[in-house]
Structures are given as C-alpha cells and as structure tokens.
C-alpha cells in the first residue's frame, strides 16, 4: 500500500500529535479546556508559545528545555510524549500501511494508543485516569466494529456478538473480578475504578483476545517494572513520636471501599453510566456519589513511594498488542497447538 520507508511519515504526525497530547495531559487534569484558550502557553509566565516553541521535538531540543520567554524549565515530558508518540504511530503505520493494508484499523489504533500514552502520563503523575479518555477508547472502539459491519468484514463479531461488545465485557469483566475477589479475600483495594474502565476501553478496540494478551503483558511489565520503581524511588520510612512508622499511621487511617460500592460501580460501568455522566454530571454523581470532574489543584494526593499505578502497563500492554498483535496472536495460535492432539 505504502512504501516501505513512509513509516518515517507516521512518526512526524505522531510527533506533532503528541505535542497536542501534551496539551490534554496538563490541562484534562486540572479541567482546563482543551479549546480554550485556543493558543497554548507556558504553565509558569502563561505567555502565549508561537510556532518557534511548537515544533515538535525541536522546540524543547534548541531551547535546552526552559521557556523562551521567562527562562523556566520546561519538563522533559514534553519533548519523550512527542518522542513516544511518533514511535508508535511509526510502528502502527508500519504494520497496517506497509506489511498490511488496513488503513481504518490503521487510524483507529492510532487514536487510541495515543489516549493510551494521556493515560499513561496522567496516571504517573496523579494517579488518575480521566474518564473523558476511558470514554473516548470505548467510542473509537464502537466506531471500528461499526466500520466492519457495514463492511460486512468476519471480524466484526466475535462469540456471536459485536466484537467491540465482546472486548468491553471482557475488558470490564476481568479487571472488576479482580477488585471484586481482591476485596473479599484480602479486605483491601485490589484495583483502581480508573483501571477498570480503561481495561473496558481497551478490549472495546482490540477485541477479547488480544486484550487478555495485553492483560497479561501488562502483568509481566507491572511485576518487573514496579520493584524497579519501588527500589529506585523509595524513601527511608519516617518515625512519629509515639514510635509509629508513617506506612503504620497512613493503615490505621485506610479504609477500603465497601463491597455495595464495587457492586454498584460495577453495574454503572457494565451500562456505561459513567460514560452518560460525562454528559450530565448530575447523574453522575447520584449514581458514583462523586462528581465527573475534579481538578488535581482541587484535591490532595498523598502518593508513597511504594505506590505503583497499573494503568501504565495496562495501557504499555495494550499498545504492544496494537503494534505488534499479528505476531502475539501467532505466538498464542502456535502454544495453543502445541497441546491439540496430534
């Protein structure tokens, strides 16, 4: 379909992408307007940046990464979110333009990795994951399997039902199990609701099967890459003066969601009332008994360093599967066979 070299292509709109992707990343947080102002600016001298501060990659590179109007430093995170995102769309455009010839797959793949990489970013960094871009996948995911059906392509169903359907029950299944059986056998938080419906998210685009293999990538990089985390990031644990140490203090104030909460969030996310509730907040919070939007600047998240999201390698999982899904599917398909009777 493409030549082999226009994955460089990909890379370039992804690298301009991702420099949007880090307007939604600062301000779906803090409930700023993606729109408005139109124009973005520095967090810090809220100057207006031009065209010399907006170019993708280039921009934090010849600036030394500081503002060019007061000088202050500006995160690396601007400049790795376009890096990331140009690799991505790079290997997306590879797989489906190059070795493939599916450029709706193609498209819908690369929006939803790139509300992946917001999750990712968010997630790190507060903790949340905003339900716009749950919301966002779940509807990318809806349009594709409508694109099959009106194409009248196999693939459009799977189990006898819409294959986006299948992933979501899946997706939501597999990961509110977890709270769910995590609360009543241990009396704890297994799983974030956020993770809950990000998993919904990514089975309504990739489907059932290639959500479980990203599940289970997701796993192996949350096992290895959190002790990495833990270790490299850890502070010496802090004494009170009645001799309580501050993990001990922050379990005395811990209290785990009820059960009758899990229960009822997870009938709202099966219906996708959260979803709804973006639209009419008021049914939002009479159902969650919490309102759809919070800025981070409006409420207190007291992070230990031993704290570990799982969004992040939920949405690493997910992305592997998406770049590299033809090849995880085949691996599957070949230990499948391994134990069918010969």
């Known amino acids: 379909m493409f030549p082999d070299w226009t994955w460089v292509v990909g890379f370039f709109i992804g690298a301009a992408i991702g420099s949007f992707l880090n307007v939604v990343i600062y301000r779906t947080p803090r409930c700023l307007s993606i729109y408005n102002p139109a124009h973005s600016f520095c967090p810090k001298c809220r100057a207006s940046l031009g065209p010399a501060d907006l170019m993708p990659l280039f921009s934090w590179l010849l600036s030394r990464g500081k503002c060019r109007h007061c000088s202050a430093p500006v995160s690396s995170r601007y400049f790795w979110v376009e890096m990331v995102t140009g690799a991505i769309w790079a290997g997306i455009w590879y797989q489906y333009m190059i070795v493939g010839q599916d450029w709706v797959r193609a498209i819908a793949y690369a929006l939803a990795a790139s509300a992946l990489i917001v999750c990712i970013f968010t997630d790190l960094e507060f903790f ?77 685009v990739i489907g059932p099967i290639p959500a479980l293999i990203s599940f289970a990538i997701a796993v192996v990089l949350g096992a290895v890459l959190g002790i990495v985390q833990v270790l490299a990031f850890r502070h010496p644990t802090s004494v009170g003066g009645n001799g309580e140490t501050s993990a001990e203090v922050e379990d005395e104030d811990y209290e785990p969601e009820s059960i009758g909460s899990i229960l009822k969030s997870g009938v709202g996310y099966l219906l996708s009332f959260d979803i709804v509730g973006l639209f009419v907040p008021k049914f939002y919070e009479k159902w969650f008994g919490e ?38 599917l085949g691996v599957v398909d070949a230990y499948l066979r391994s134990f069918a009777p010969s």
Request: charged fraction near 10%.
């Open 291 to 328: 309102p759809p939007f919070v800025s981070v600047e409006d409420e207190e998240y007291p992070i230990g360093s031993t704290m570990i999201p799982f969004g992040p390698y939920l949405a690493l999982g997910a992305i592997a599967a998406v770049v590299f899904q033809s090849q995880l």
């Open 128 to 204: 949340i994951i905003p339900d716009q871009v749950n919301a966002f996948l779940v509807f990318v995911g809806i349009g594709l399997n409508s694109y099959w059906y009106f194409s009248a392509m196999p693939q459009a169903f799977t189990w006898g039902i819409p294959t986006a359907l299948a992933g979501y029950l899946v997706g939501m299944g597999v990961l509110w199990g977890i709270t769910f059986l995590g609360r009543i056998a241990f009396g704890k938080d297994a799983m974030g609701h956020g993770d809950i419906k990000l998993a919904r998210g990514i089975g309504a």
